[in-house]
C-alpha cells in the first residue's frame, strides 16, 4: 500500500546524500518534496502541514549529529515524526477485571466488520484466551451465517440464536450472548454489529443502543483502508455519534495510497490497535506505529519478521537440524530441506517475507513478480524422490531424473537444478553450523557466535583497523570513520540466498 509513497520519500532523501551540511535551502526543497509525496499517498491536508512544520522545525533547529550524516539526520527526524502521527506506542487492549471482556466491532457495509472478527478471534485464542463471537448482524443478508462459517475456520465458538436476514433483534442478542458467556466461561466477547452503505441516524442509533446495553470494556471502530479521505471522515461521524477507543485497519493489502492510516489516528485522537494484510485468517496482527514507520521509509520490519518465525519454527526442530549439521554436511537430507521449506511457507508469502527484510525497497518490482508456485514446484519434485533418492541425492542419475521429472511434472533441467541447489544450500548451512557466517553477507556472524570454531588462521588485523591507545585520539578517529559512512551496513552488501533469487524474475 505504502510502495509509491516510500519511493517517493527514498527518492528524496537519495538527493541529500554526499552533503556534508544542511542549509536552510535543502530542508526547504527536502519539505516541498515530502509534502508532495504525502498529498500524493492521499494524507489529510490538515496532518500534512502540522507534520511538514515539525520536520521543518527540527531539521532547522536540531544540531547535526557528528555520527550521522545530513540524509540520515532528515530520515531520522521524519521516521520519528511518521511514528508520532500514526500514534506513538503501540495501544494494546484493555481487558477486564472480571471476565468476560467486550469488545464491539463497529464501521460502515464493506468495512470487513465480520471476516476481521474471526481474524481477531483467532488472533485472541493464540494469545490464550476463549473468545465467542456474537451475530449481531441481523440485516444483512447472510450475514449470521458467514460469521458462523468464519468463527468455524478460526476454531472459535459463535453465539448466533437469530437468524438473521431482516429477522431478530440485535441488542437483545447482545445482552444474551453477556450470560452465554459467563455461563460457559468464555473470557472475551467481540461483538460483530451491523454497517450501512453511508453513515445514517438508523447505523448510530442502532449501534449506540448496543453499545449502552453490553458496556463493552472496547469499541474497536473497522475502517477500509482504501477509501482514502472518506476513511478520516468516517471515523470521525462515529466518534462523534458513537464514540469508539481504538482503530482497526482492514484490506491494508490493498493499492490503495495509504493515507488512512496516516491520517486517521492524528484527526480521530485515537490510535491504530491492529491492521488486517491479507484474506487469510493469520493475515492480523497488533499495529505497531514504529514498525510501519520503518516499512514506509524502506527499512524494513524485522522484529516482526522475527516474531512469524518464533510462531513458526518448532525449537525442537531447530535443535534437531543444528545437532545434524554439527555431525556433518551429509546428515542434512533433502528431506529436512523439505522441511525447512514447507516451515518458511507457513509464515506466510515469500513475497511479503522478504518485504520486511532491510534494504528490499529497491528490489520491489522484482519481489512483488516472485513466483510463489516455485516453492510448490521444488517440493512436488522432491516428493517423488524415493526415501534413498532423498538421504543421499548423489546416486540421482540421468535414468532417475528422468522418472523424477515426469512424477513431479516438470524437465530434467529443473530436477537437476535443485539438487544442485540443495548441495549449494547444505554447505552454507554446515558453513553456519561451525561459526563461518553467511556466505553473500560481509560482517555478519555464523550461528556459533563470536565463540563458534573457524578452519583456517585467524586474520590478522590491518593497519587501518588499529586503534590508538589515547581515549581522546580513538574518540576523534572513531568520528572520522561514523562521518565517511565506514562500518555502516549498507543494502546494497546483503545478498539474498539462492534458492530466493531462482524465484525472482530476470533483471
Keep these: 500500500m505504502f510502495d509509491t509513497l516510500s519511493d517517493r520519500l527514498a527518492a528524496t532523501f537519495k538527493n541529500l546524500r554526499g552533503k556534508g551540511r544542511l542549509s536552510e535551502a535543502?530542508?526547504?526543497?527536502?519539505?516541498?518534496?515530502?509534502?508532495?509525496?504525502?498529498?500524493?499517498?492521499?494524507?489529510?491536508?490538515?496532518?500534512v502541514r502540522a507534520f511538514i512544520k515539525q520536520v521543518k522545525e527540527r531539521a532547522l533547529g536540531a544540531e547535526v549529529s557528528r555520527a550521522l550524516n545530513p540524509s540520515q539526520q532528515i530520515v531520522k527526524i521524519v521516521n520519528e515524526e511518521l511514528v508520532a502521527i500514526l500514534g506513538g506506542e503501540t495501544r494494546r487492549l484493555r481487558f477486564a477485571k472480571n471476565p468476560p471482556t467486550v469488545i464491539m466491532l463497529a464501521g460502515l457495509q464493506g468495512a470487513g466488520k465480520t471476516t476481521l472478527a474471526g481474524k481477531l478471534g483467532r488472533w485472541l485464542k493464540a494469545q490464550g484466551h476463549t473468545p465467542l463471537l456474537v451475530a449481531c448482524d441481523l440485516q444483512r443478508p447472510n450475514a449470521v451465517n458467514q460469521l458462523s462459517v468464519v468463527a468455524e475456520r478460526a476454531g472459535v465458538a459463535v453465539f448466533a440464536p437469530e437468524p438473521g436476514n431482516g429477522v431478530g433483534d440485535p441488542v437483545k442478542v447482545a445482552e444474551d450472548s453477556l450470560a452465554h458467556a459467563r455461563d460457559k466461561q468464555y473470557d472475551v466477547v467481540v461483538v460483530d454489529t451491523a454497517g450501512r452503505l453511508g453513515i445514517d441516524e438508523e447505523l448510530m442509533r442502532q449501534a449506540a443502543d448496543i453499545r449502552d446495553a453490553v458496556k463493552p470494556d472496547e469499541v474497536l471502530f473497522v475502517v477500509d483502508a482504501m477509501i482514502g479521505q472518506d476513511a478520516v471522515t468516517t471515523a470521525e461521524a462515529f466518534r462523534d455519534g458513537v464514540g469508539f477507543d481504538g482503530v482497526v485497519l482492514s484490506k491494508l493489502d490493498g493499492d490503495a495510497r495509504g493515507g488512512a492510516a496516516l491520517s486517521i489516528a492524528q484527526v480521530t485522537g485515537r490510535q491504530i490497535m491492529f491492521a488486517s494484510n491479507g484474506e487469510k485468517l493469520d493475515d492480523f496482527d497488533a499495529f505497531h506505529p514504529d514498525r510501519m514507520a520503518s516499512r514506509i521509509l524502506g527499512m524494513g520490519d524485522v522484529l516482526t519478521l522475527i516474531e512469524q518465525a518464533e510462531r513458526t519454527f518448532s525449537q525442537q526442530e531447530a535443535e534437531k537440524l543444528a545437532g545434524k549439521l554439527a555431525k556433518g554436511p551429509k546428515e542434512f537430507t533433502l528431506d529436512d530441506f523439505l522441511s525447512q521449506m514447507e516451515?518458511?511457507?507457513?509464515?506466510?508469502?515469500?513475497?511479503?517475507?522478504?518485504?520486511?527484510?532491510?534494504g528490499m525497497g529497491q528490489m520491489r518490482e522484482q519481489i512483488n513478480n516472485l513466483d510463489e508456485r516455485e516453492v510448490d514446484r521444488t517440493a512436488a519434485i522432491i516428493k517423488s524422490m524415493t526415501p534413498g533418492e532423498r538421504a543421499d541425492p548423489k546416486i540421482i542419475n540421468g535414468s532417475r531424473r528422468a522418472r523424477i521429472a515426469r512424477g513431479s511434472g516438470v524437465d530434467v533441467s529443473a530436477v537437476k537444478g535443485l539438487v544442485e541447489r540443495f548441495f549449494e544450500a547444505r554447505k552454507m548451512m554446515s558453513r553456519m553450523a561451525q561459526g563461518g557466517g553467511v556466505p553473500g553477507m560481509p560482517g555478519m556472524p555464523g550461528l556459533g557466535g563470536p565463540g563458534g570454531k573457524r578452519k583456517g588462521k585467524p586474520q590478522k588485523k590491518g593497519k587501518g583497523a588499529r586503534r590508538s591507545g589515547n581515549p581522546m585520539k580513538r574518540q576523534a578517529d572513531e568520528r572520522a570513520a561514523a562521518q565517511r559512512g565506514e562500518g555502516a551496513a549498507d543494502p546494497a552488501d546483503f545478498e539474498l540466498p539462492k534458492e530466493f533469487r531462482d524465484m525472482l524474475p530476470p533483471t
Design 343 to 358: 516451515q518458511v511457507r507457513k509464515m506466510g508469502s515469500i513475497s511479503k517475507l522478504l518485504g520486511m527484510m532491510p
Design 26 to 47: 535543502d530542508i526547504d526543497a527536502t519539505t516541498r518534496e515530502i509534502r508532495i509525496a504525502l498529498l500524493e499517498a492521499d494524507v489529510a491536508l490538515p496532518v
